[in-house]
């Protein structure tokens, strides 16, 4: 007989030349209806799917798909519950007829068409879900014709509409804009076959808020139209964000290029969209001043404005400037500065600064009161438009510094995350958080990579916990002493109610079937595995001491993944305050660790975990080592309302960078639930 | 991972991959079908796979681990309707040799098998693959050992008339 090696090794041959059973356009369209799933969030959402035809030549459906999967929402990325007074959107925030352009001296845009709501098809082909599918309240959408001079003549292949949707709050309005953006930069039109995603350039508008526009391509371009193949589709498209409003003007041209030396018709047209859109609109984040309110007037030397930072270790490299008002302030320190912008300060009545220098870490603090909040907001908003005016584009084809992002957070009664990444070591946070007539406002700097800047923001967001606290206290609204309630105090409610909804979905709720298994919601169900960190059981619902009288546990297992979720109440809030330090000084001792299986190193890292509530939100993926790592890993939200705690686990097949951009679904997904666990909290929510 | 270079990864894998998960698993339908869904799961997580994490290791591993998941499942002739990319595969005739060397690995244990196929078929040092199934190099090394005796003993009772033998199932 022959070698059996040599015959093992020819196997690999065995298919040689034999046909691929299918072309490789197909197993990609599957490939995206997976990513589309995956992304699919909040059943419910509907969205209208409109019958093709009223665009003639780019006939696509509101969900943009083939194959009547969940249409897409957007994922917010800031948590922002407060409605944003505005006057109702109408017909008269669209653009014009003489607002609508196409400047190459032989053509022009006639309205043909207004509407209430989505309308009959949808405004893009990147298109994955309406406007109220959005959340949009409001929604009102125009169609222009193409008109060709001077014989009027309208050429049916090229189109332009502009829909335009007014929101419960600015935060929803981003968020359904930064769904768009997404939209844009991974679609796949109907029909086409390839797409390319050109990039979004800022364009100045005349209003408060920003515009974006980009100019892809795709094809192939109908036949009719381009019989000999030389043509593309150049779909352009402006996202304007004013307050809550939004309005995305959509063109589609087909041609061989598309050059424009004075600004495309897109661009030439955003800023007249903005102001339009603008008409009506309040400013979203006016805080009216609080009638008859005593305002705190002074800070106490005392105030524990450091409460957070590392301790003094005794090194020569901790250098802390204790807090006080003589120290240089933060702006004229150019601590507020960026992109040739600087914060104002509009007439604080008190302040305390202090820095701290650690290695190559530097932190640096300042508390300041106004006469009263709406002061205190207007340098709140202040800080942020600095961060917000920062480019985010390349600027004459010199990409910026430093990424910047700006998100509202979720702590003080109103507050901002910034988050500052050069793309490669060096990374910034700021945190600016306002409680009646006071703002605190945090920056920590390191020689981080900038890929992990949310760490440190997550970081330094719960560093500030005592130092909010204290803001409470000057209030008048703290907890602390004899007035506060007794969180040792038997809780009131100890069992799950009846009906607890741990099984929502953030799409279409799982079915079972031979590949998928789900279990409860049951008291008997584990939900939550067991999980340790480096060698230490990691303190969650079900970890230490399972009480099926007191928990309630959930769990889908497919081949896809594991998703398990508990909730537990315990006998008291303090016990769940317990639980919960207990895990982030459990996390804030690891970053990585090995189950001495073989495998390479866990590597743990902590994500933004703005869910409204006490909560945490972590996991860890496998080391890459010479390119090789097991692709797989397992994510955490723990999440405590009163005295209970409800934790969320994901494990499956992915890599962290998958992980850390699935992190905000599960985040929200969390949020979801915690808002069903008021009845844990002595007052409520 | 752009759209051309991922045709061209299916392109240039596809065949390669499924034939070292058909030794693996033993049943080439559903070996086809599995490297063609962990080519789906590739394309929908492209933004997420980084290229130097050897993309044909991540495909192979995805397509081994749904083998296993639905032979576990015993739903191999029951496939759900969306877990199908497209029509039913059409899988080419294989040569008898390899028919019969394939029911040779099939009497391996599992562990075995693995780590022939893949230092043998997909050509992958033992370090790679310790990486890859998650185990220490050397009880790579044991299995490889273990696993060309138990071969070439299976298939020298298939020259003498047969594949029987004692060897464990999986």
New interface residues.
Partial sequence: ?SD??E????????????????P?????A???R??RR?HAVIAGASAAVVAAGAVPVVAFTLDGSDDGEPPVTPQPTVTDTNPVPSAALSEENLLTDEQAIYPNGGSDWRVRDTYPGDGQSAFSPCTQQSMAGLGAEKVFKRDFDFVVLPSEEIEPTVHLNEIIAEFPTATDAEAAAGAIHGWLQDCLPPGAE?YGAGRFTTVPIPVDGTAKAQVSTYGPVDESIDPFGDFSYFLETGVVVSGDRVAVLTQIVPGQDYNWEEGTPVEQMLPDAAQQLAIGNESPTEVEPSDGTDWPTALSPDFPLTSGWPEDDGSAEFQLTPPSIDNQAMIPAGELTACDQSATDPGSVDRLTTRLSLGSSAYVREVLLFADDTEAARFLDSVQDVYSGCPTDDQNGTPPTFTTEVGQGAIGEESWVITRASDGIGRVAINVVRVGNAVVVDVASDEGTGDTVMDLATVTRENLADVVAALNDLQGGGSSGSSGPDLSAPAGVTSIPDGFPLDLALSEPPVE???TTIEGPDADVAGVRPQTACRAALAMPDAERPDAEHELGYSVSS?EGYEGRTIRAYPTVQDALDLMEKLRTQLMGCDRDSEG????DRLWRTFNSDTGYDSVTFGYTYE????????AGQLYTVVRVGNAVLAVEWSG???A??QA?AAPDQVELTRLIADEMCVFAAAGC | MEAHEFDELYAASFRRITSQVYAMIGNLDEATECVQEAFARAWANRRKLDRAEYPEAWVRTTAYRLAVSRWRRTRLAKRPVDRAVGAATETPGIDESHVALVAALRQLPQAQRQALVLHHIADLPIHQIAAEIGVPEGTIKARLSRGRTALAALLTDETNGGLAGGMSHV
């Fill in positions: 007989m059996p090696i015959k093992l090794t020819r196997l690999g041959e065995a298919l040689e030349g034999a046909p691929m059973p299918l490789a356009s197909e197993v990609r599957r490939g995206d997976i990513r995956k390839e079937d031979g590949e081949v299986d073989g495998l390479s890459v080592v010479d390119n090789v790592g097991a692709p097949e992915y890599s960078d998958y951009e």
